[in-house]
């Protein structure tokens, strides 16, 4: 065959980087070519350096785990506050058919507003599946009396909803499990949390408390969802029943409930039946009756948009 080149040329073993075993003549029995080591090769200011890198980390990691430690104290103690007082932090959510405005909420926010003076940052938005321009219902809440979101002791947004629903649905942030359906039962609950119109100072509050209940059932259930059956024989009916009731009682009282101030049945009865009573001839008690509720509820410069032109064609 062909001779070939040599391909290295031979080198002295003196010059070969061999393990110690070399100068004992022990070359070519299993000895590897000494490696540096991994670890304690680095010169002495390096691993100084090194060290202090890692303090300052080990201390930069300790002090955010402080920080964030007294900021999940913070929240904690912030949540129990919350809910030991919701007057101090209330965000509410109205889902709502802009057909049929829930017009008792902005006289409700008024009143908590001007009479018991709580901070409100209101707000109103339009759900996309509405496709008509809302002009009508762009002011229907009233103007904040805060300068901010943060500021405000009780947040009340409505979202206005393409829905045939006339009641509307509430988002409370205290009730994350549950909501609060209907017009009437979010007036209860404002009731229940900051005593809207109660009726404190009556001889009975049980019973006039059982009354009202009464009232506002009915009202929600002959008035409220029975404006869709206007036509109906049986609904007209029901109107005119509830509004003998009605004349009959304020005939010898001011108000629904025996008090110098209207209440909370007084709110939702006004809201409901003030826009029916324009194209109707009614009793004088009756026109005295709503002409008392617009004064006290209508003072400043709240809208008057009756329910009768709410829906839009």
Same mark, same amino acid.
Request: charge should be positive; charged fraction near 30%.
């Given at each position: 065959m062909y001779r070939l080149p040599v391909i290295n040329v031979p080198v002295p073993t003196n010059?070969?980087?061999?393990?110690?075993?070399?100068?004992?003549?022990?070359?070519?029995?299993?000895?590897?070519?000494?490696?540096?080591?991994?670890?304690?090769?680095?010169?002495?200011?390096?691993?100084?350096?090194? $060290?202090?890198?890692?303090?300052?980390?080990?201390? +930069?990691?300790?002090?955010? %785990? @402080?920080? =964030? /430690?007294?900021?999940?104290? #913070?929240?904690?103690?912030?949540?129990?506050?919350?809910?030991?007082?919701?007057?101090?932090?209330?965000?509410?959510?109205?889902?709502?058919?802009?057909?049929?405005?829930?017009?008792?909420?902005?006289?409700?926010?008024?009143?908590?507003?001007?009479?018991?003076?709580?901070? $409100?940052?209101?707000?109103?938005?339009?759900?996309? +599946?509405?496709?008509?321009? %809302? @002009?009508? =219902? /762009?002011?229907?809440?009233? #103007?904040?009396?805060?300068?901010?979101?943060?500021?405000?002791?009780?947040?009340?947004?409505?979202?206005?909803?393409?829905?045939?629903?006339?009641?509307?649905?509430?988002?409370?942030?205290?009730?994350?499990?549950?909501?609060?359906?209907g017009e009437v039962n979010l007036l209860r609950f404002l009731n229940r949390q900051f005593g809207l119109l109660s009726a404190a100072g009556c001889e009975d509050v049980s019973t006039n408390q059982a009354k009202s209940d009464e009232w506002l059932d009915r009202i929600h259930s002959s008035i409220i969802w029975g404006e869709s059956k206007e036509g109906s024989v049986g609904q007209v009916s029901k109107l005119q029943m509830i509004l003998e009731d009605i004349e009959k009682i304020v005939s010898k009282h001011k108000f629904l409930q025996p008090a110098k101030d209207p209440r909370l049945v007084d709110l939702i009865a006004y809201t409901s039946i003030k826009g029916l009573l324009m194209t109707k001839s009614q009793p004088k008690v009756i026109q005295q009756y709503i002409s008392e509720c617009q004064k006290y509820f209508d003072s400043s410069k709240q809208q008057n948009i009756p329910r009768s032109v709410g829906v839009i064609n």
């Open positions: 010059e070969l980087n061999l393990p110690v075993g070399s100068e004992k003549g022990l070359v070519g029995k299993g000895f590897m070519y000494r490696l540096p080591k991994i670890q304690g090769t680095l010169l002495d200011d390096n691993e100084s350096d090194i $060290l202090k890198q890692l303090e300052a980390r080990q201390d +930069s990691i300790l002090e955010q %785990l @402080e920080s =964030l /430690k007294h900021r999940v104290e #913070s929240l904690k103690e912030n949540t129990k506050t919350r809910i030991n007082d919701p007057a101090k932090f209330l965000d509410i959510v109205i889902h709502s058919s802009y057909h049929t405005p829930p017009y008792s909420v902005p006289l409700a926010c008024r009143w908590l507003q001007e009479r018991s003076g709580l901070r $409100l940052f209101t707000s109103s938005h339009v759900h996309s +599946s509405v496709k008509k321009t %809302l @002009e009508h =219902l /762009k002011e229907f809440l009233p #103007s904040s009396n805060c300068q901010s979101r943060v500021d405000a002791n009780v947040r009340i947004t409505i979202i206005w909803k393409e829905d045939l629903n006339r009641d509307p649905e509430c988002f409370v942030a205290m009730l994350p499990n549950s909501k609060i359906k």
